[in-house]
């Protein structure tokens, strides 16, 4: 099961602190304290997989080291190594504490979350002509801490959207290797899914349904993962009773979820065209071009429909490039 979002407390490591020492030596005495080392950082770097958050599904607290003390003879204490968690690209990370977001747009960017401590200075570091045997230290400054949400949107060129059972996962296991779950019932898409077309990413969306931008069916948790898709391929099943309806219902879920979305470039397709008659298929086209003029139909059991479907993909890849 894909995790989209979760909730992590974040700590940095605290500074070390400096050392009070002096010198041993009879004709070299002197304070000799060396710093603290620094906290580690907590870090997050992006990466491609998707289940990368799936990390956290039991590791809830992100505890950096702290920084080492400082010694005798100079010697500062070492710093804390860095913790680097990898998320996928696409995650937005929120920090509840301080109210900021941040985006994951590319593989291998590193986003600090929380700055270790500065360590803090040995009596070396107070010494003067007056004080010539400082008993002064300073102790590390505390890690930052943060309570932190991630939730992945994904980044997808095509996002496939429409009500359960239409044909989405069919046609995305065609067009690419991914392996959907596919089965003539509801819901069988649990988890959005994605594909590789050549240099396009397609993705499948679970089925939605009427309310889901209010909580309802499987859909409404993954409708922000189509935020971030620019184009938009809204399935109808050719055999639908009021094809009509089952777009203005999509199509009023997306609205109500961000406005943004119905911006969105977007093909009506019509799937299944092998279900019902070639006259009836050309009265559907008929009404589906009413409703968007960008509209065709296919089946997956016949590869010359899909040829606009594929000509189309092509081109939006060739503008990717540009």
């Keep these: 099961m894909?995790?989209?979002?979760?909730?992590?407390k974040v700590a940095a490591g605290h500074g070390g602190r400096g050392a009070v020492a002096f010198k041993k030596l009879k004709m070299a005495q002197g304070p000799d304290g060396g710093n603290g080392g620094k906290g580690a950082s907590v870090i997050f770097e992006g990466v491609s997989d998707l289940g990368a958050l799936a990390q956290f599904r039991y590791q809830k607290d992100l505890i950096a080291p702290d920084g080492g003390r400082g010694h005798g003879n100079f010697v500062d204490g070492p710093d804390g190594e860095d913790l680097i968690f990898r998320i996928p690209v696409?995650?937005?990370?929120?920090?509840?504490?301080t109210g900021k977001d941040r985006e994951m747009l590319s593989i291998g960017e590193k986003i600090l979350v929380a700055k270790g401590g500065y360590g803090g200075k040995g009596n070396f570091k107070f010494r003067s002509?007056?004080?010539?045997?400082?008993?002064?230290?300073?102790?590390?400054?505390?890690?930052?801490e943060c309570d932190v949400l991630l939730e992945l949107k994904m980044i997808a060129?095509?996002?496939f959207v429409g009500l359960p059972n239409v044909g989405k996962s069919t046609l995305l296991n065609m067009l690419t290797n991914a392996k959907s779950k596919v089965a003539n019932y509801p819901f069988t898409t649990l988890?959005?899914?994605l594909g590789a077309?050549?240099?396009?990413?397609l993705a499948d969306i679970p089925g939605l349904i009427e309310g889901a931008s209010e909580g309802k069916g499987l859909g409404h948790k993954f409708l922000r993962h189509i935020e971030r898709t620019k184009i938009i391929f809204h399935f109808i099943a050719a055999d639908s009773t009021d094809i009509e309806a089952d777009y203005k219902t999509i199509?009023?879920?997306l609205s109500a979820h961000n406005p943004e979305l119905a911006k969105k470039k977007e093909y009506l397709i019509i799937s299944k065209s092998d279900?019902?008659?070639?006259?009836?298929?050309?009265?559907?086209l008929t009404k589906a071009k009413k409703l968007n003029p960008e509209v065709f139909a296919i089946s997956v059991i016949d590869d010359e429909s899909l040829e606009p479907l594929k000509k189309i993909l092509n081109q939006i890849a060739e503008e990717k490039k540009v």
Excluded: S, W
């Design 251 to 253: 199509r009023a879920e």
């Design 197 to 201: 077309y050549y240099d396009l990413v």
């Design 157 to 159: 060129d095509v996002g």
């Design 2 to 8: 894909l995790l989209d979002e979760v909730q992590v």
């Design 90 to 97: 696409g995650t937005v990370i929120h920090n509840l504490t």
């Design 275 to 284: 279900m019902v008659e070639e006259k009836e298929l050309k009265k559907l």
């Design 191 to 193: 988890e959005p899914n």
């Design 129 to 144: 002509a007056e004080n010539t045997t400082p008993q002064e230290f300073q102790p590390g400054l505390p890690g930052e």
